[in-house]
């Protein structure tokens, strides 16, 4: 079932629009070496029409993890070590979401830094904003060990980075805690534009207000979002599951 929830991970972020067209990918640890990836195939039609085939078990170094992973015109994506450089430093993260969101790009652009400007619209959404949202400066493809480490340096110790003028990366102990990260960054990038837009200015939550935001537990805001976001896709693609994957990896 793992790679069908790596491939229905593609398909929920093109779906909600942060990974439209090719661009994007997947990934979830395997073991101390190895993770399964959205690679790129012979018959690529983007993120949308992701299905389990185009997942592949590969290495930290982009070698086939076991026999026939890379063949039939499989390849591991140019930024495969943005992946594997965040896997190799952060031992509690097992998921690794890279997506090219429009507004969290564009706010970013915007010198408009993501806060917790928006409490119980999205509670997981404030405690994130508030512990901070990095950005990695250089618009760049990671596409190598360097460029990765660099971009783990800015991450820190957060969950979350933007990528100056690409995108985001995101991450969790699951793949639907990494997708779901990556949808609440984008939607408080969204409002961020809006309140900004609108002309006015976009203001941090008082502290009582945050603190009184309560955890909902993961059974809701991970389980139920996720059966959520799985249900409202709109076809699965054939060789696709055609029940929702188990919200662990």
Known sequence: MSRELVATACRVLAHRGLAPGVL????????????????????????????AEDIRLVTLD???????????????PNELPLHTEVLRARPDVEAVVH????????ADLAGLALRPIAGAFDIPGAHLAAGG??????????????LAAEMVAAMG????????????????ASV??????ARSVDTLAGLTLAVAHAGGLPVDL??????????????????????????SLPVSP????????PAAG
């Open 24 to 51: 994007g990918h997947v990934g979830l640890r395997v073991g101390p070496d190895r993770l399964l990836v959205r690679c790129r195939g012979p018959r690529e039609r983007g993120l949308a029409f992701t299905t």
């Open 62 to 76: 982009g070698e086939p993890g076991a026999t026939g992973e890379l063949d039939d015109g499989y390849a591991v």
């Open 99 to 106: 997506a090219h969101p429009a507004d969290t790009v564009a």
């Open 133 to 146: 949202v990095p950005v990695y400066p250089r618009a760049v493809l990671i596409r190598n060990r360097a």
């Open 157 to 172: 110790d957060r969950p979350v980075v933007v990528l100056r003028g690409h995108g985001l990366t995101a991450t969790g």
């Open 176 to 181: 639907p805690e990494a997708v779901l990260r």
């Open 206 to 231: 008082p502290p009582e207000d945050l603190a009184e935001l309560p955890d909902l537990g993961g059974g809701f805001t991970h389980d139920t979002a996720w059966r959520h976001e799985v249900a």
């Open 238 to 245: 054939p060789g696709a599951p055609t029940t929702a994957p």
